[in-house]
């Protein structure tokens, strides 16, 4: 059973950056699509980006500001968050889906907890 652990999160001023790491235990991170998702209290849980075979993707309010990466041999898969604005606040999820990339949160087989970011002055 693939185990999936987010870490990273924190409190950062408007324009700053922050890391988020997935790090993986159970099994290969090389056999899965990986996806970093978030949610904020009363909104459904939203796609940002995700990586694959195939290569990566992101949701248009993060392109250009963020980017996913996957280190196979470490098992982790990053997300490097810059020019962070407040309406980046969220949860922030990784996910695990043995097919490609999908937006929808059902298409994920295992998710981490959840890490807090907060963009704040």
């Known amino acids: 059973q693939l185990q999936l652990v987010e870490s990273g999160g924190g409190l950062v001023q408007p324009g700053g950056s922050l890391r988020l790491s997935c790090a993986a235990s159970?099994?290969?991170?090389?056999?899965?699509?990986i996806g970093w998702f978030r949610q904020v209290p009363g909104k459904e849980r939203e796609a940002i980006s995700c990586?694959?075979?195939?290569?990566?993707n992101y949701a248009s309010s993060v392109s250009g500001r963020f980017t996913i990466s996957r280190d196979n041999a470490e098992n982790m898969v990053y997300l490097q968050m810059n020019s962070l604005k407040p309406e980046d606040t969220a949860v922030y999820y990784c996910?695990?889906?043995?097919?490609?990339?999908?937006?929808?949160?059902?298409?994920?087989?295992?998710w981490g907890q959840g890490t807090q970011v907060t963009v704040s002055s």
């Open positions: 990586i694959s075979s195939n290569g990566a």
């Open positions: 996910a695990a889906a043995r097919g490609l990339c999908a937006d929808m949160p059902g298409m994920y087989d295992y």
């Open positions: 159970g099994g290969s991170l090389d056999d899965y699509s």
